[in-house]
Structure formats: C-alpha cells, structure tokens
C-alpha cells in the first residue's frame, strides 16, 4: 500500500509541475546595469455617458542586477473596471 502512494504522490508532482510552468524568460528586463531599478506606472480613466465607468491600472516592477551572475524581478499587475450601473459589469464587452 505505501508503493503505490509513493508512485501515487511521484505522479501527481510530475504532472503539477508539468501545467504550471510559467515563462520567467519572457518577464525578464533588458537592463545589465547593477543595482536595483524600480518602475511604476498609474493609469485611471472615467468615461461617462449612458453609465459611468471608471478604470484603474497599476505596474510596479522591481529589477536587481548583482555585480555576480545574481538577478531577480518583481511584477505587479492591478487591473479593474467599476461601472455605476445595476448590471454585472462582468458580464459585458468592448
């Protein structure tokens, strides 16, 4: 009964790892200069009409470059949109 727990858990971490691989290589910045560079960006807008939307985008991004072969980064993404309405804004498309 243990073999097969084992060879149940080896499975199920094989296959975990297998869909939640993520493109770390693609997110990577183009800077090589050492030090710590950080990067914010804020957009808001408001649209009004028939109902009013409001908008509101966010990016931090942190980058450190070692004097070595050491590097690392940080992205953080906030997007959302409020519409004064009665209706589900979940629902609906541009």
Same mark, same amino acid.
């Given at each position: 009964? =243990?073999? /097969?727990? @084992?060879?149940?858990? %080896? %499975?199920? %971490?094989?296959?975990?790892?297998?869909?939640? !691989? *993520?493109?770390?290589?693609?997110?990577?910045? +183009? &800077? !090589?200069? $050492?030090?710590? !560079?950080? &990067? *914010?960006?804020?957009?808001?807008?408001? %649209?009004?009409? @028939?109902?009013? #939307?409001? &908008? #509101? @985008?966010?990016?931090?991004?942190?980058?450190? *470059?070692? =004097? $070595? +072969?050491?590097?690392?980064?940080?992205?953080?993404?906030? +997007?959302?949109? /409020?519409? =004064?309405?009665?209706? +589900?804004?979940?629902? =609906?498309?541009?």
């Amino acid at each position: 009964m =243990k073999i /097969f727990r @084992n060879i149940y858990t %080896i %499975i199920f %971490i094989c296959l975990s790892t297998a869909t939640s !691989q *993520v493109n770390t290589e693609a997110l990577r910045g +183009d &800077n !090589q200069l $050492s030090g710590i !560079q950080h &990067n *914010v960006e804020i957009d808001l807008a408001y %649209i009004s009409g @028939n109902t009013e #939307l409001f &908008n #509101l @985008n966010g990016l931090y991004r942190a980058d450190y *470059v070692a =004097k $070595s +072969d050491w590097s690392g980064f940080f992205i953080w993404k906030y +997007d959302r949109a /409020f519409e =004064k309405s009665s209706e +589900d804004f979940s629902y =609906k498309g541009f």
